[in-house]
């Protein structure tokens, strides 16, 4: 089924990418256009992935945790300068 996938597609000139650690199937439906990688490539690309996400989303949420966080700093000034009297 894979080899016909990438048969059909190199016919319609489009680019594949196969993911898989057997190595008789790799060797079968390498050449151009396919790229060709392992399963466990891809799960270390994924989990990198997944990780930079979560340190992104954590960053976005904690930088705009507090109200005086989201102030302007004329409106944060103004409202200090009114506590401190």
Do not use: C, F, Y
Not at 28 to 46: A, F, K, Q
Request: aromatic letters at 2%; hydrophobic letters at 40%.
């Amino acid at each position: 089924m894979i080899e016909r996938l990438v048969t059909e597609a190199r016919r319609e000139m489009r680019d594949v990418t196969v993911i898989t650690s057997d190595n008789t199937i790799r060797a079968t439906v390498g050449g151009i256009p396919v790229t060709r990688l392992s399963s466990s490539v891809l799960i270390e690309d994924v989990r990198s992935l997944a990780a930079d996400a979560e340190t992104a989303n954590a960053e976005r949420n904690h930088a705009h945790l507090t109200l005086e966080d989201r102030l302007s700093p004329e409106s944060r000034a103004r409202l200090w300068g009114l506590i401190r009297k």
